[in-house]
């Protein structure tokens, strides 16, 4: 996904975060735009801030899971990634 602005993004987010509310769920929005480094601040403030579940999608594969590995060796958020 290069950026927001793809249709199909737009409507997924619409169906995910009307699921999430119908649970009880605050649903949180972060876009990175394509941009690796800013999408991984992103998920560390999200972790840092505390957040429960966290649901990311990357365009670079090597990517996808560097976040949750490093999450679960060190134990600390509690977070679902």
Do not use: I, P
Not at 29 to 44: I, S, Y
């Amino acid at each position: 996904m290069e950026t927001y602005d793809l249709e199909r993004w737009k409507r997924d987010e619409s169906f995910f975060g009307d699921k999430s509310r119908s649970l009880g769920m605050t649903v949180l929005r972060a876009v990175a735009d394509g941009d690796q480094d800013r999408q991984n601040k992103q998920a560390e403030t999200l972790l840092t801030q505390g957040v429960n579940v966290l649901v990311g999608c990357t365009e670079k594969s090597q990517y996808r899971c560097s976040h949750r590995d490093e999450r679960a060796r060190e134990e600390c958020s509690g977070a679902r990634v």
